[in-house]
């Protein structure tokens, strides 16, 4: 069937740049799951106002950031800002299109969720003399978060599989290192299976830091 | 070399015309492939068999944490050594089948367990057999519920379709065709916020025309009960 | 209904046996006998690949590709193989050969055979227009510096960088050429380091007044590239080099350097080497 020879030595002598390559998609995942998660919130609370300018930001926010490539993203963030003269680098362009993209998809994942909680207790809440504030931080989003977990680690998935595109500006995250290995090396079979089994275990590693931290954080 | 303008043609427009056309085309192709075979993958986890569950929940763990660039370079040139040689764009389609059929599986499990038990177990009184009940009663009541999740799902695979370009597939979609004219003309800002709208539109309406489509059956639902 | 919970656990990909089949026909005879000559090319590099206008295939391989299948007697056949498809496109058959201005390396030539050189490159140095700081390579210490990934620019490069790096000079390694040119013209980067032929284009058309080329990258080795077969096909690849060297005594690759690179090829002679 094959007329092919595996060379698998040559992957391990680059294991050490893989490695590296794969702890920076770490970082930029896990970073902007936590600023999409953030400013998700806060969209997701917008876009229940009755202030038409918030709504209207939420709405706009999460219409662009779902209904467009986020290689596109990407690319503005990076050279669509540049031609007004400020400059990110690429690894903070790409935390910053991947974050404005996991703010609009979680925006809307938390929104199902807040629909999700008994109106009742909203009235009850600020009853008991809450203010706005307090009754989302510790009353709404708890349930919320704890009901919309499983969408929250796709997304997390996501946000994973979409450094990736970051190597088109210039992230030596870990397919654009792959790329680069299977450039000088020509064995493009052999490195792009050893960045998807890396992928997988990266993608396990931040799963189940996201269940720890909901048991610790909901005590499940 | 005479004929190389460095501007934007008319012609330019056309290519991206006929990009998003390709792009239509792969969406509707895959996402027909990858939902018929991520409804039997969907299905066959909720059967019971053990180690059904075990494989099928691989087969989904891992095509959903690999980047789809990476998919695409593996499949293509997986076949390629396996002395099956395809098209680009053959082997771009079978992989984007594969990758969404991971996604729609779920989509399937959650519509099958959005199902109450009591429901099916009427049915079965009733004395349908499982196939029966299956598609007469599960598959009618958890389509509706997830059809949202599904529709969106397909508006995804729309994007993520622009990947393939990874692979130069041809004929080329919106991406590609806006990469081969960036090529030219070196203004890659311009050409990929056009194609930025482009998405953008076909998203869009796809979206709203399904949300509508949705409101208003759930309004039928809720007269009826 | 109810179905057991998402279940976590990685697969192990189990590692296919390789039954390795004897070569049976000669590439060279199925060539001329299916009358086709299909050359995988890359169309996103110009000038040695690109697309007119009307989307059609042109550029100095295109052409390559052309005077090769016309000295086989066959139709030419350009069959689009960007970076990651390049490989499996020849070892697959898809392609018969690659014409793909590939650096002729050693890492390189474990996976598929290369010609002799058909292409002989510089690497260079260019800056946004009027730039005073940066004169000559050496200048790039303490600078920021863009390459297209998997460059032989690039690769020479950073050999150099591993030492400037502490001396403050920084990199980054585009997706492609469109992003490199873009990057300089923003002030990205300082300086961009790319084969000269690749600026050429540029200079001509949109990159006009917008930078410039400063300085030749004389430390580096040119860049040498070569055409690409089965590593098992050493009839064809005998014919293959036969066919190069025949284009640079005759004057033909001469013509297509002064056609799409501007400028008379060089010397197929590495100084002070016996053969090519």
Known sequence: MFDYRFQWRVVFRHWPELLEAALLTLQITVLSVMIGLAIGMVLSVWRKSDNPLLYWIAATWVALARNTPALL????????????????????????????????????????????????????????????????A??????????????????????????????????????????????????????????????????????????LTARLAFRW | MSTLSTTFTWQDFLLMLQGAGITFFLTIVSGLFGTIVGFFVGWGRCLGSKLLLYLLGAYIEVIRAVPLIVQFVLFNSFM???????????????????????????VV??????????????????????????????????????????????????????????????PPELLRSSQIIITRIHDPLLILIGAG???????????????RYERRWQREQEALQ | MRCADHLTGAVALAGLVALAQPALADQLDDIIADGELKCGIMLDVPPVGMRDDQSNPIGFDVEFCKDMAK??????????????????????????????????SLERAKSVAFSIPYQIWDVGVAVAAGNPDIKSYTDLVGKSVGTVRGTTGEVAFLNDFETWEDQGTTHISYGSNAEQFLAIQQGKVDAIVESTAIF???????????????????????????????????????????????QWKNGRTDELYKAWFGYDAPEMAYPGVHGY
């Open chain 1, 73 to 136: 993203q990407i690319y503005l963030a990076y050279f669509g800002l540049g031609s007004f003269g400020l400059h990110l680098s690429p690894y903070t362009a790409v935390l910053a299109a991947i974050s404005f993209n996991n703010a609009g998809y979680l925006a809307e994942i938390l929104r199902g969720g807040i629909d999700a909680v008994n109106p009742a207790q909203r009235n009850a809440s600020l009853g008991l003399g809450m203010n706005r504030l307090q009754m989302y």
């Open chain 2, 109 to 170: 499990k959650a519509g099958i367990e959005s199902v109450p038990r009591r429901t099916s177990m009427a049915a079965r009184g009733l004395g349908m057999t499982y196939l029966q009940d299956f598609f007469h009663v599960v598959l009618p009541i958890g389509t509706r519920a997830v059809l949202p999740s599904w529709t969106g799902l397909m508006l995804g695979l729309m994007k993520d379709t622009s990947l393939i370009a990874v692979l130069g597939a041809t």
């Open chain 2, 197 to 211: 709208a482009f998405y953008f539109v076909m998203c869009f309406v796809i979206a709203r025309l399904s949300g």
């Open chain 3, 200 to 246: 050429g284009e540029y200079l001509k058309g949109p990159g006009q007044g917008k930078i410039e080329i400063c300085c030749d990258y004389s430390s580096a080795p040119s860049d040498w590239t070569g055409l690409m077969v089965r590593r098992n096909e050493q009839g064809f690849l005998n014919w293959v080099n036969l066919f190069v060297w025949h």
């Open chain 2, 80 to 106: 390629a050594i396996a002395g099956f040689p395809l098209s680009p764009f053959i082997s771009g389609i079978l992989t984007l089948s594969i990758y969404i059929s991971a996604y729609v599986a779920e």
């Open chain 3, 71 to 104: 000295a086989l007697g066959v139709e030419a056949v350009i069959v689009e193989t960007p970076a990651p498809d390049r490989i499996p496109a020849i070892l697959s058959g898809r392609v018969d050969i690659g014409i793909a201005s590939a650096t002729n």
């Open chain 1, 138 to 211: 510790y009353v709404i989003f708890p349930q919320v978060l704890r009901a919309v977990f499983l969408p929250i680690t796709n997304q997390i998935i996501w946000a994973m599989l979409g450094t990736s595109l970051g190597m088109i500006i210039g992230l030596q995250e870990l397919t654009g290192m792959t790329t680069f290995l299977q450039s000088q090396t020509f064995r493009p079979f052999e490195f792009y299976l050893a960045a998807a089994i890396i992928y997988l275990l990266v993608a396990e590693i931040v799963l189940i830091a996201a269940r």
